[in-house]
């Protein structure tokens, strides 16, 4: 079996979607010919824990650890101790939010002494570790996925002092990310980023991007090859039955669902006026409606939703196991997945997409309609995006589905979406690899 290294800093007890991508490519690689030797920070900053994510690391995975020393910890302490809320030191620490004095000094710190972001204390420490690891371990491949970049910074320099090849999967762009403008840089910091960010795309084998628009964005920049490999859902996560109870009837409750993060900058306030709106005309509406958020959500959304008069129909149950807020998708009358409101969200497909999609669930997008998410979602007629001050449109969207669930009709066309399980994109990332190992073969018998 070929081995391949993969440095990543999210990995199970952690939770949350950076976890996922690999933790899924690593169950499916040995039964394609290769298997992942992992290496991850032993004492990593963790905004959620799911050690039901443990189960998915295959037996043939080799875990390597070793310790990271950041200031995250530091600042989140002395955010805290200075009064500062749980959103703003996990949920929304860096976004066009108004800020206080110490979060604009903390940010200035993090957006300038710390380069590429405040893991870059782990870069030398783990080549160094690395590279002699390898000589009594060795590797075929190395991948490393971020963000963080730290992650391809290190790939990158032992890709470069061993000859290795190495591929940077990039789960969100770099200094096209949204808040990268919100980071208080100086112009020699924004400098810095971008010349190493396309320093890492030329250096790398190859490039992998999770979106389309992110793609050719990558492409634009870089001779090196960018391909195309996105996010998905693992079918073993979903029972083969849909839930027919969620197709709704006229005492069924009306269940709205969001799982995940749930930062302010993507508070669609337009949907919770109309949805509080509709409550205080239509009394049937009002007592089946109900408001399931699941995961790490800002209190500002909570103060919107209450504000719209919801306050009954609102359940905040806080961070949720991977497999609890699959069930919780799939019993849901819809589904809704606001994006960020910034400009560079256009790009992006948000993780849980591709899950949504796999709940046969109706999905409720707010954000750009001409955006990837919309063209996935257009492309499977599993559901819509709508702008977020599109209030007739969300207003008749909302209608559509009320009506749908009174009648017991709220479903979703059987659409193919067997491009995205994970096994398909572990065959794909796998071809990648074999592909990148037999042009290595070929170059050296040239």
């Given at each position: 079996?070929?081995?391949v290294?993969?440095?990543?800093?999210?990995?199970?007890?952690?939770?949350?979607?950076?976890?996922?991508?690999?933790v899924?490519f690593?169950?499916y690689?040995?039964?394609?010919?290769?298997?992942?030797?992992?290496?991850?920070?032993?004492?990593?900053?963790?905004l959620?824990v799911?050690s039901?994510?443990?189960?998915?690391?295959?037996?043939?995975?080799?875990?390597?650890?070793?310790?990271?020393l950041?200031?995250?910890?530091?600042?989140k302490?002395?955010?805290r101790?200075s009064?500062?809320?749980?959103?703003?030191v996990?949920v929304?620490?860096?976004?066009?939010?108004?800020?206080?004095?110490?979060?604009?000094?903390?940010?200035?710190?993090?957006?300038?002494?710390?380069r590429?972001?405040?893991?870059?204390?782990?870069i030398?420490?783990?080549?160094?570790f690395?590279?002699?690891?390898?000589?009594?371990?060795p590797?075929?491949?190395i991948?490393?996925?971020?963000p963080?970049?730290?992650?391809?910074?290190?790939?990158?320099?032992?890709s470069?002092?061993?000859g290795?090849?190495?591929?940077?999967d990039f789960?969100?762009?770099?200094?096209k990310?949204?808040?990268?403008?919100?980071?208080s840089m100086?112009?020699?910091?924004?400098?810095?980023?971008?010349?190493?960010?396309r320093?890492?795309?030329?250096?790398?084998?190859?490039?992998?991007?999770?979106?389309?628009?992110?793609?050719?964005?990558?492409?634009?920049?870089?001779?090196?090859p960018?391909e195309?490999?996105?996010?998905?859902?693992?079918?073993c996560?979903?029972a083969?039955?849909?839930?027919?109870?969620?197709?709704?009837?006229?005492?069924?409750?009306?269940?709205?669902?969001?799982?995940?993060?749930?930062?302010a900058?993507?508070?669609?306030t337009?949907?919770w006026?109309?949805?509080?709106e509709?409550?205080r005309?239509?009394?049937?509406?009002?007592k089946?409606?109900?408001i399931?958020?699941?995961g790490?959500?800002?209190?500002?959304?909570i103060e919107s939703?209450m504000?719209?008069?919801?306050k009954?129909?609102?359940?905040?149950?806080?961070?949720?196991?991977?497999?609890?807020a699959?069930?919780?998708?799939?019993?849901a009358?819809?589904?809704?997945?606001?994006?960020?409101k910034?400009?560079?969200?256009?790009?992006?497909?948000p993780?849980?997409?591709?899950?949504?999609?796999a709940?046969?669930?109706?999905?409720?997008?707010?954000?750009q309609?001409?955006?990837?998410?919309?063209?996935?979602?257009?492309?499977t007629k599993t559901?819509?995006?709508?702008?977020?001050?599109?209030?007739?449109?969300?207003?008749?969207?909302?209608?559509i589905?009320?009506?749908?669930?009174i009648?017991?009709?709220?479903?979703?066309?059987?659409?193919?979406?067997?491009?995205f399980?994970r096994?398909?994109?572990?065959i794909?990332?796998a071809?990648?690899?074999?592909?990148?190992?037999?042009?290595k073969?070929?170059?050296?018998?040239?």
């Amino acid at each position: 079996m070929k081995r391949v290294l993969i440095i990543s800093y999210y990995w199970p007890p952690t939770g949350g979607s950076g976890v996922q991508r690999w933790v899924k490519f690593a169950k499916y690689l040995p039964s394609l010919g290769w298997q992942p030797v992992i290496y991850t920070p032993e004492n990593p900053e963790q905004l959620a824990v799911d050690s039901s994510l443990e189960a998915e690391v295959p037996a043939e995975a080799e875990i390597i650890k070793t310790r990271i020393l950041e200031p995250y910890a530091l600042y989140k302490r002395i955010l805290r101790r200075s009064g500062h809320s749980r959103e703003a030191v996990e949920v929304n620490p860096v976004n066009a939010q108004e800020k206080s004095v110490l979060q604009k000094a903390a940010m200035w710190i993090r957006g300038n002494l710390f380069r590429p972001d405040p893991r870059c204390l782990w870069i030398r420490p783990s080549v160094r570790f690395l590279k002699k690891y390898l000589k009594e371990h060795p590797v075929d491949l190395i991948v490393s996925t971020g963000p963080p970049q730290t992650m391809h910074i290190i790939g990158m320099k032992l890709s470069q002092e061993t000859g290795l090849p190495w591929i940077a999967d990039f789960r969100d762009p770099w200094t096209k990310i949204f808040y990268f403008k919100h980071l208080s840089m100086t112009a020699f910091t924004e400098r810095w980023h971008k010349k190493m960010e396309r320093k890492v795309l030329d250096s790398a084998t190859a490039v992998v991007a999770v979106s389309p628009l992110v793609q050719q964005e990558f492409q634009a920049m870089t001779q090196t090859p960018v391909e195309l490999i996105t996010n998905g859902f693992d079918e073993c996560d979903f029972a083969e039955e849909k839930v027919s109870e969620a197709a709704g009837g006229p005492s069924a409750p009306f269940v709205i669902t969001h799982t995940g993060l749930f930062a302010a900058d993507g508070n669609p306030t337009v949907l919770w006026e109309v949805l509080g709106e509709k409550s205080r005309s239509e009394e049937a509406f009002r007592k089946l409606l109900r408001i399931n958020l699941a995961g790490k959500t800002d209190g500002e959304i909570i103060e919107s939703i209450m504000s719209a008069g919801l306050k009954e129909n609102l359940y905040d149950m806080g961070y949720q196991p991977h497999a609890v807020a699959i069930e919780l998708q799939r019993k849901a009358s819809f589904l809704i997945l606001p994006l960020r409101k910034e400009p560079e969200y256009k790009a992006v497909l948000p993780g849980k997409l591709f899950e949504y999609m796999a709940s046969w669930r109706p999905v409720l997008g707010i954000g750009q309609p001409d955006g990837a998410m919309s063209m996935i979602l257009n492309r499977t007629k599993t559901g819509i995006v709508l702008d977020w001050e599109d209030r007739d449109s969300i207003s008749r969207a909302i209608d559509i589905l009320w009506e749908r669930h009174i009648k017991g009709e709220l479903t979703v066309e059987d659409a193919d979406i067997s491009q995205f399980t994970r096994q398909h994109l572990a065959i794909e990332m796998a071809g990648l690899f074999n592909r990148i190992i037999s042009d290595k073969k070929s170059r050296r018998h040239a």
